[in-house]
T-cell receptor, first 114, second 110 residues
């Protein structure tokens, strides 16, 4: 399986600011995804990061709040914009080789907004 | 999205015993199911998967059972070890869309 890294691993941010999270994969992958995991809860899909085009967002998530880039097949970024304490979560990147098969997850970025 | 839930939020087992973690799903159109293990401070780790054309699949010390009639999924861990202590999530979906269950926290008592 692919090796996935995320930067930063954690951060504490002031409300109203923005944070960009990076996801790097050691091999080219077809699919990349971003999830949010609030404390003690399950994972919620934010969006599918599409290479060379706009991300596909799930219901309840919008591009203005969570802009995503995917310039190539090994890298993606998620920005959490205009943060509020409600954005405090773990943000996880996942990848899969093709559609409809298992996804592999990065270690996550733990974000705290004060 | 689809509703995927677990029957028990916590489970404690003695080391060496077998563990069974259950999951209910609501979308009968889902054709792919995955179990993940998440240890504290880490991302979810793939354990085992099963497609809807199967009822059972075995891995190393783990077995997944799928009952499509009642839309139920279970994960069986044989000879549970302290290293198995974690939160276990089921996920169901079709195509690219995956929906994760609430999670069950498994604690192994030495």
């Amino acid at each position: 399986s692919a090796v996935i890294s995320q930067k930063p691993s954690r951060d504490i941010c002031q409300r109203g600011t923005s944070l960009t999270i990076q996801c790097q994969v050691d091999s080219q992958v077809t699919m990349m995804f971003w999830y949010r995991q609030q404390p003690g809860q399950s994972l919620t899909l934010i969006a599918t990061a599409n290479q060379g085009s706009e991300a596909t967002y799930e219901s309840g998530f919008v591009i203005d709040k969570f802009p995503i880039s995917r310039p190539n097949l090994t890298f993606s970024t998620l920005t959490v914009s205009n943060m509020s304490p409600e954005d405090s979560s773990i943000y996880l990147c996942s990848v899969s080789e093709v559609a409809g098969v298992e996804q592999y997850f990065g270690p996550g970025t733990r974000l705290t907004v004060t | 999205g689809e509703s995927v839930g677990l029957h028990l939020p916590t489970l404690s087992v003695q080391e060496g015993d077998n563990s069974i973690i259950n999951c209910a799903y609501s979308n009968s159109a889902s054709d792919y199911f995955i179990w993940y293990k998440q240890e504290s401070g880490k991302g979810p780790q793939f354990i085992i998967d099963i497609r809807s054309n199967m009822d059972k699949r075995q891995g190393q010390r783990v077995t997944v059972l799928l009952n499509k009639t009642v839309k139920h999924l279970s994960l069986q861990i044989a000879a549970t070890q302290p290293g198995d202590s974690a939160v276990y999530f089921c996920a169901e979906g079709s195509g690219n869309q995956f929906y994760f269950g609430t999670g069950t926290s498994l604690t192994v008592i030495p």
